[in-house]
């Protein structure tokens, strides 16, 4: 009689380290902005609720994961850099509500954005008190870190601000005049401007100045975040593109219906046929579908209500939003499917995994040059999420 060999143990695999190191930084910036932001600190319940809900979703907290990393790495402490890693995660969030309204998206992180939840109005109101309550921290820095760092960290995000509408502003009159005659130098001025500061610039430069650095560590941060945001906003761009575009719900082609210039769309419009390029400028002129254009949203709409996801005055600002834009001609799903394949088919994908392989490079060439920056688990930080932008171009 054969004996079975026994079987061998299930080990559970070793966390990640930059995923275990994203979210201590998360746990610790959750718990911040709860304590700046939560119930009975400003305003009312109902507007203290809807200022959480975006943070405490979920996403990674890589701004403050990096403003983190960068201040401990240089020997700063934790309640240094954690207000205003805390405050740069909440102008993330405000720029979010304020992109899904002006983007008509649908889902943020698994949930029906807050327009679509609560109406635009609501909305609205709610990123612009996230981005006025992020100025009394960025004061209190003062008594954390000193007069002038806080000064500086103040000048440095104020500086983001306006970096970051400006490249908003750049991008959505490129969608609204049909712009098309880009290059790739459009593309990435753009994406510094938006992504860059205040994604990886800003975080990496707040962070050094709550540890008290000197001003001229801040030039070479910037080159790095640079290179990294643009590395990171290409491969999100593809990423976009990876499932049919017939999964309207979850937002994937969301980029081809609303016409964003992405760095793969410019490369195919340069490198097409004059009469695919007229096709193609004619197809990005059109207006995203609306409720009778064949999604059913209406049906969708009224599952969502039923189910208590879609306040029904939220539903209805829907519906008369997108009644008011039957009289264009919208998009259709071959119409995006074929802008699909026709960059598949002048190489814009591999062009753009080239492009944004070329900044992660550049960017571990930046942080191998901070010689100023001693060898730790902070720094290895920084390495690995270099690394992870790379493997997401391959």
């Known amino acids: 009689m054969t004996t079975a060999a026994p079987e061998t143990p299930s080990v559970p695999a070793a966390p990640d380290p930059l995923e275990h190191y994203l979210a201590q930084c998360k746990e610790a910036c959750d718990g911040e902005i709860e304590r700046l932001y939560g119930a009975g600190r400003h305003g009312t319940s109902s507007l203290h609720e809807l200022i959480l809900d975006y943070p405490l979703r979920g996403g990674k907290a890589l701004r403050p994961a990096l403003s983190i990393a960068i201040c401990l790495g240089l020997g700063g402490h934790l309640d240094a850099v954690l207000p205003t890693a805390a405050t740069l995660e909440l102008y993330h969030n405000a720029f979010l509500i304020h992109d899904d309204i002006e983007d008509e998206s649908w889902w943020r992180r698994g949930k029906p954005t807050l327009h679509i939840d609560h109406g635009v109005p609501i909305a609205v109101n709610v990123g612009d008190a996230m981005l006025s309550l992020t100025l009394q921290p960025l004061l209190d820095n003062v008594e954390r870190v000193g007069l002038g760092p806080a000064l500086r960290i103040l000048r440095a995000v104020a500086h983001m601000t306006r970096q970051t509408?400006?490249?908003?502003?750049?991008?959505?009159?490129?969608v609204k005049s049909n712009a098309w005659q880009l290059d790739d130098a459009d593309y990435l001025t753009m994406v510094e401007l938006k992504t860059s500061w205040y994604s990886f610039i800003t975080p990496l430069q707040a962070g050094a100045l709550a540890a008290g650095a000197d001003t001229e560590r801040l030039a070479p941060l910037e080159a790095l975040g640079r290179h990294i945001g643009a590395a990171f906003q290409i491969t999100d761009d593809?990423?976009?593109?990876?499932?049919?575009?017939?999964?309207?719900?979850?937002?994937?082609?969301?980029?081809?219906?609303?016409?964003?210039?992405?760095?793969?769309l410019l490369h195919a419009l340069r490198n097409a046929t004059a009469e695919e390029r007229d096709r193609a400028v004619e197809i990005l002129a059109r207006r995203r579908p609306g409720i009778d254009d064949g999604f059913s949203l209406a049906d969708v709409l009224?599952?969502?209500?039923?189910?208590?996801?879609?306040?029904?005055?939220?539903?209805?600002?829907?519906?008369?939003?997108?009644?008011?834009?039957?009289?264009?001609?919208?998009?259709?799903?071959?119409?995006?499917?074929?802008?699909?394949?026709?960059?598949?088919?002048?190489?814009?994908?591999?062009?753009?995994?080239?492009?944004?392989?070329?900044?992660?490079?550049?960017?571990?060439?930046?942080?191998?040059?901070?010689?100023?920056?001693?060898?730790?688990?902070?720094?290895?930080?920084?390495a690995s999420l270099i690394d992870y932008v790379h493997g997401r171009t391959r």
């Open 302 to 382: 009224e599952r969502l209500t039923r189910r208590g996801e879609l306040s029904h005055s939220g539903r209805a600002e829907i519906i008369g939003h997108l009644h008011r834009q039957q009289h264009s001609e919208p998009k259709r799903l071959d119409d995006v499917r074929w802008l699909f394949a026709l960059m598949q088919r002048v190489g814009s994908l591999t062009h753009a995994r080239d492009v944004a392989a070329g900044h992660a490079r550049a960017a571990a060439a930046v942080l191998a040059g901070l010689d100023w920056l001693p060898a730790s688990k902070h720094r290895e930080m920084l």
């Open 238 to 264: 593809l990423l976009n593109l990876r499932a049919d575009p017939q999964d309207y719900g979850k937002e994937i082609g969301g980029d081809l219906w609303e016409g964003k210039r992405t760095l793969m």
């Open 165 to 174: 509408v400006d490249g908003q502003a750049l991008e959505l009159e490129w």
